[in-house]
């Protein structure tokens, strides 16, 4: 659960600081006791002369990468205001805290967390002045006074993420006022400040140990438990951070290094955060089982990015992040080979053809609702370095805007909508990795995924608002079967068996630049908007029979289809092509055709209840012959032939079949 409310014990708290006189709340935060009212510049100066273990170190947001250079970013910012969700604050000036009612969720949590001036306190680390420091300083006291002296409300005020994120710049600024010889009244009262985070951050009901809010709220402890450790909290509050940051780590986390959320760009959004919190040192040695996940966390984070920079697009991940935006560890060149995570449910395979690689998606991964769309199987695909197959993106956090429930319908990827549903996203639904297949020949891939749905939902209420008697009971195994062979096609096999009928529609979503016209009567040409050919479609069944297409581009009734989002505000076209079949079960190729030069009709066959099937493929003088068995005890074998040689199979991964 997600936390906006103060807990109750901090409420508590702040009613007993708020009835003292600021000098004595003070007095109930702080190590040191029997402080005389009119020893209070004494106390100050003893502040100035503490010891600390670590330096003082300002853990940075890590939404982006820190790679620019902070001096030039913060004067921009001072300049044209910080840009945020298509929202601008001025950095300058204090903020009027009540307008931001009226703004989207994600803008008033971000104002709450103070995310605006990050950038002051990063660029007050390196200048041997007080400038940026101040107007950092100013914004945040006035909140203080607002929300704490004053007690005023907000929503967002102490919204869980909010409170860590702003615990890390709290704690910054409280060592700089004492180091800066403040004003005791400001110092005071961010001394209190500081207390009520620490307290609100040590109530374990309150930690959103499901998502990586909880990691967030955890580094905004340690940040202020090792920054100002006279606090009378700190001790206990580095022990709690400790013990929370382990348990969430090995949950959000799979052995693999995959993040668990779903999401590449949260992946790498935890990669800055998690490498910013190695770096602070404040991981004592009894967290080294954490410091290797770390490494392979890192490592993950290598294969998140498209042969076009970007950031991969799955779950709530926008289009148009770059690496370089978001990653200060990325290296600008893309991993050539392939990379699967088993535990974690998804592969990449990134192929090079000496001039522009390609690049396959196949994401099969089910382990909790955060960031999750209802995209079981969905495949993406990236042709000579340009976008093919694409993901709609995410969309602003409200959760039933129709964009955003489009964002993350089924329908809206490259899977398998059934009956008009979406694939259910309840917890109990998880199936951790559908990945059942991993084969490498040569160049090609061969990946097979495989899902059993018990429940669909209607695509017509939002995420949020999802309760159990809305899921529409159901018995339907879904097996997907994915054949890359590189530079020359790509074929997506779905084979879906129930007892009941259903509609059955294989969903391809195109880049908004492209555009497909019939070249004959049982194939589509893919056109850029340039004129130019990119590739041929053709879908078939198991009875060399063509199934028909249907096509939308922007179609805003009777529902939302067709529509791509860059930036996670905005919508614009793109050319979605399905094609439907309605019965018991439904078992046909979809082909992206790369080569264009004499290709024939793929061949698709199956026997044996499912235990055999047999692919082919003719594209001029080459082809490509596959033929997977299931033995009686459930072992699998694959027989390849390319260009009518037999060729060595490896089988990487073989998780049994559903």
């Not at 307008?99 to 949590?109: A, D």
């Not at 997506?492 to 019939?518: A, M, R």
Request: hydrophobic letters at 35%.
């Amino acid at each position: 659960m997600t936390h906006t409310e103060m807990s109750q014990e901090a409420i508590l708290r702040l009613d007993d600081l708020t009835t003292l006189s600021l000098f004595d709340a003070v007095q109930l935060c702080i190590t040191m006791k029997n402080i005389s009212k009119n020893s209070s510049n004494k106390f100050i100066q003893n502040l100035r002369e503490i010891k600390y273990d670590f330096d003082l170190y300002y853990f940075a947001e890590s939404t982006t990468s820190s790679a620019s250079d902070p001096l030039e970013k913060v004067d921009a910012q001072i300049r044209n205001g910080f840009t945020t969700g298509g929202a601008v604050f001025d950095i300058t000036t204090v903020p009027n805290w009540k307008e931001f009612e009226k703004e989207t969720r994600n803008i008033r949590y971000k104002a709450h967390s103070w995310l605006m001036i990050d950038s002051l306190l990063v660029a007050d680390q390196i200048v041997d002045h007080n400038e940026y420091l101040q107007k950092a300083i100013d914004i945040a006291d006035d909140w203080i006074i607002s929300f704490i002296v004053e007690k005023s409300y907000d929503e967002f005020a102490w919204y869980d993420m909010a409170v860590g994120q702003r615990a890390t710049k709290l704690a910054y600024m409280l060592r700089r006022l004492i180091e800066i010889n403040a004003s005791e009244i400001q110092t005071f009262r961010f001394i209190v400040a500081a207390d009520l985070h620490i307290c609100e951050l040590m109530q374990e009901d309150r930690i959103a140990i499901h998502s990586n809010h909880g990691l967030f709220q955890m580094a905004g402890l340690l940040s202020l438990c090792h920054n100002i450790t006279w606090m009378l909290k700190s001790s206990g509050g580095i022990q709690f951070a400790e013990r929370i940051l382990q348990k969430m780590l090995n949950e959000h986390f799979a052995r693999d290094g995959l993040h668990l959320e779903h999401s590449p760009d949260y992946h790498l959004y935890m990669v800055n955060h998690l490498q910013s919190l190695k770096d602070s040192g404040w991981l004592s040695q009894n967290l080294d089982s954490v410091l290797k996940l770390l490494n392979s966390i890192v490592d993950a984070a290598d294969w998140m990015c498209t042969p076009n920079h970007y950031v991969i697009p799955i779950g709530d991940s926008a289009n148009n992040v770059l690496m370089t935006k978001r990653w200060g560890g990325y290296q600008g060149t893309l991993n050539i080979g392939h990379k699967f995570f088993p535990i974690g449910g998804l592969l990449i395979n990134n192929s090079d053809d000496g001039f522009s690689p390609s690049q396959l998606i196949f994401s099969a991964q089910f382990h909790s609702r955060q960031h999750k769309h209802a995209d079981d199987l969905n495949v993406l695909y990236n042709l000579f370095g340009q976008p093919l197959l694409v993901d709609p993106g995410t969309y602003t956090y409200q959760y039933d805007l129709p964009e955003r429930m489009y964002c993350e319908s089924t329908r809206g990827h490259n899977t398998v909508e059934i009956d008009g549903l979406n694939y259910s996203r309840f917890g109990q639904d998880g199936f951790g990795s559908a990945m059942t297949l991993v084969a490498k020949v040569g160049e090609c891939i061969i990946a097979e995924g495989a899902v059993k749905h018990s429940r669909l939902i209607s695509a017509a209420i939002p995420n949020n608002k999802i309760k159990s008697a809305d899921a529409i009971p159901v018995d339907i195994r879904q097996r997907r079967i994915v054949i890359e062979r590189p530079g020359h096609f790509l074929a997506i096999i779905d084979e879906i068996n129930s007892e009941t009928k259903h509609e059955y529609i294989p969903w391809y979503h195109l880049h908004p630049n492209l555009s497909v016209t019939k070249d004959t009567p049982t194939r589509l040409g893919v056109f850029d908007d340039k004129g130019k050919k990119h590739c041929q479609i053709q879908c078939y069944d198991d009875d060399s029979n063509s199934i028909d297409y249907i096509e939308a581009r922007g179609q805003k009734k009777p529902r939302l289809q067709g529509w791509f989002s860059r930036n996670g505000r905005e919508l614009e076209k793109n050319t979605a092509i399905g094609f439907p079949l309605i019965g018991e079960s439904y078992f046909g190729v979809t082909v992206f055709d790369f080569k264009m030069k004499k290709t024939g009709k793929p061949y698709l066959r199956t026997g044996t209840s499912g235990k055999y099937l047999r692919f082919s493929l003719t594209q001029g003088e080459e082809k490509m012959d596959v033929k997977l068995k299931i033995d009686d005890e459930g072992k699998r074998s694959i027989e390849v032939e390319i260009d009518y040689s037999s060729v060595d199979v490896s089988i990487e991964f073989d998780g049994g079949s559903i």
